[in-house]
């Protein structure tokens, strides 16, 4: 997977969403990411929502739309993480002119997630920034 290819090929309109997750890791070539996570604005998860061309699924008492192995949540919401989504935006990492969750941010955010994944993910991240 392309992830950068996948991305732009949502045509989502810039400013309005971020990628989170991994999706940085393999932009970077830091290690190849299995999906695509995205945050949007809630006006922009509403009109995905109402194309009918993504899958609803209740997960972690949220709506998150779905399909081909991307998922977008409708706004980062986790206990012991506070950034928003909004702010996740502003501070983005522009690739190829993608926003991806800065390696900082998502360093706090994988630890406020604390499975055992993200904390391999902190480490290949303090690895690559060198801290």
Same mark, same amino acid.
């Given at each position: ?6 991305? !732009? ?7 309005? +969403?971020? *990628?989170?997750? %991994?999706?940085? @890791? ?7 990411? *299995?999906?695509?996570?995205? =945050? ?9 929502? !109402?194309?009918? #061309?993504?899958?609803?699924? *209740? ?6 739309? %779905?399909?081909? %192995? ?6 980062? %919401?986790?206990?012991? +993480?506070?950034?928003?989504? #909004?702010? =996740?935006?502003? &501070?983005?990492?522009?690739?190829? &002119?993608?926003?991806?969750?800065? @390696? $900082?941010?998502?360093? $706090? ?5 604390? /499975? ?10 303090? /690895?690559?920034?060198? *801290?």
């Amino acid at each position: 997977m392309n992830i950068i290819n996948k991305i !732009k090929d949502l045509n989502l309109p810039f400013g309005k +969403y971020v *990628i989170i997750g %991994s999706g940085i @890791l393999d932009a970077l070539n830091i290690r190849k990411a *299995i999906d695509i996570d995205i =945050a949007v604005l809630p006006d922009l998860f509403s009109q995905l929502q !109402k194309t009918g #061309e993504w899958n609803e699924e *209740i997960k972690y008492n949220q709506v998150f739309l %779905s399909k081909d %192995s991307i998922e977008i949540t409708p706004k980062l %919401s986790w206990d012991k +993480y506070n950034t928003t989504t #909004e702010e =996740a935006i502003a &501070s983005a990492t522009i690739i190829e &002119s993608i926003p991806f969750m800065n @390696l $900082k941010e998502l360093c $706090k955010f994988k630890q406020a997630l604390g /499975r055992k994944k993200d904390m391999k993910d902190i480490e290949l991240i303090k /690895r690559y920034l060198r *801290i």
